[in-house]
């Protein structure tokens, strides 16, 4: 079965970097694009970025913009998120996501998620 393992989470002092690895099983990873998102304490859950099955295309949410970047292993079944400039704002829990295939940015599988903490 589809099955998504965030890591890399932790504690950053804020204008410093973390990287989240997603590994992915139990599918066909390189077929479908994957997302990137968060919850912040008290808040909703926020999509933060997403890149296509070959990795041609990326998009980010304007909050993220310019500091984070996705990308992807097909070869290692795995999503990246490199977070750089890290601001307290970006403390959450970052969930990676599956699509729904076919065209389609619905999301239909999750990660239990990777706790990020910026603070001094």
């Known amino acids: 079965q589809v099955q998504l393992v965030e890591s890399g989470g932790g504690l950053a002092q804020p204008g410093g970097s973390l990287r989240l690895p997603c590994a992915a099983l139990?599918?066909?990873?390189?077929?479908?694009?994957m997302s990137w998102a968060r919850q912040a304490p008290g808040k909703g859950l926020e999509w933060v970025s997403g890149i296509s099955g070959e990795g041609h295309n990326r998009y980010y949410a304007d909050s993220v913009q310019g500091r984070f970047t996705i990308s992807r292993d097909n070869a290692k079944n795995t999503v990246y998120l490199q977070m750089n400039s890290l601001k307290p704002e970006d403390t959450a829990l970052y969930y990676c996501?599956?699509?729904?295939?076919?065209?389609?940015?619905?999301?239909?599988?999750w990660g239990q998620g990777t706790q990020v903490t910026v603070s001094s």
């Open positions: 996501a599956k699509t729904a295939g076919r065209g389609s940015w619905d999301l239909d599988y």
């Open positions: 139990g599918f066909t990873f390189s077929t479908y694009a």
